[in-house]
């Protein structure tokens, strides 16, 4: 049987095209594929080489930017520390994240929403990295804008809703798989926490998407295009009309299995204090709504930052 592949999206096209196509691709995948982004390629190459310059560092330094007690919202957090929903296994992965700036002052800034920290080292790591988050929230919210014109809201309906999100570029390290992995995976199947996420690198093997028929389908994007998939808080604001898929992400064999693998998600959140409260155009007499009591956009990251092992 041959797999399907998801639809490959150009946001070139006429707004109301893509629109069109991204919704009819979330509803039956909670994924995309989407090129011709405008996502500045120099900035993107120069990424990849400090992101792997960093995580080569040595194991004690790379610590120093570990903040025990802040799940993991700022710096380093260690290898096999999160935890898929359910599992009991640490995915066999490192990470670092970049969150926004916000003014020293800013109501929002609050242990949920902290300050970036930076390293020493790599030369020039911090502002190439808050490029690469300006340019990711920058397709991010022209891809909700499209969102909401396939929802039947105005196209510009998120953008107070994001404009000063909790939204988080992560810069992930999967090092070689090691010969006794005692069952532990890359990363475990898991559903995201965010509105969208936008994912680049998984141009190497390895991502995949549960699909609604019980089937896991590669996920294999041409060089340069973004995955863009579905987050728990998108699906809980249309109530389930826009699924957050399951993902996960396998280990290899053969050589593949004795080299890293890095890849850059950048989780779009709503503000902090934005209201999730299910959408009326996606409640009806055949799909009632799941959710009546809403529920702060930090309420709900810090029940799934528990359920991750990143929250105690």
């Not at 290899?252 to 890293?260: D, F, I, K, L, N």
């Amino acid at each position: 049987m041959t797999l399907e592949t998801l639809p490959i999206l150009s946001l070139a096209d006429d707004e109301h095209a893509f629109a069109a196509r991204i919704g009819e691709s979330f509803e039956r995948y909670g994924f995309a594929m989407v090129r011709d982004h405008g996502l500045d390629a120099g900035i993107v190459a120069k990424g990849w080489g400090l992101t792997r310059a960093f995580f080569a560092l040595p194991e004690e330094t790379k610590r120093r930017y570990h903040i025990p007690g802040n799940a993991g919202a700022r710096g380093y957090t260690p290898f096999g520390r999160e935890t898929a929903k359910g599992e009991t296994m640490g995915d066999l992965k490192e990470f670092w994240h970049v969150g926004r700036d916000l003014p020293v002052g800013h109501p929002l800034l609050t242990p949920s929403m902290p300050a970036n920290i930076w390293p020493d080292q790599p030369e020039d790591f911090a502002p190439c990295m808050r490029a690469l988050f300006d340019e990711m929230d920058r397709i991010g919210r022209t891809i909700l804008s499209r969102i909401a014109i396939y929802l039947g809201l105005a196209s510009d309906w998120f953008d107070d809703v994001v404009a000063m999100g909790n939204s988080v570029l992560r810069l992930l390290h999967y090092p070689p798989v090691p010969a006794s992995g005692q069952g532990a995976v890359r990363a475990a199947a898991h559903g995201d926490i965010n509105l969208i996420t936008l994912l680049l690198g998984a141009e190497e093997s390895g991502l995949e998407l549960l699909d609604r028929s019980g089937r896991w389908l590669p996920v294999a994007p041409p060089p340069g295009a973004l995955v863009v998939n579905v987050g728990d808080m998108l699906e809980r604001l249309t109530n389930h009309r826009l699924p957050s898929t399951i993902h996960r992400v396998c280990n290899p064999s053969g050589p593949a299995a004795e080299r890293s693998r890095y890849s850059m998600p950048f989780f779009l959140h709503p503000r902090s204090d934005f209201m999730i409260a299910t959408l009326p155009q996606c409640i009806s007499r055949e799909q009632p709504d799941c959710y009546p009591e809403p529920i702060t956009a930090d309420a709900f990251l810090q029940q799934r930052l528990q359920e991750i092992g990143l929250k105690s």
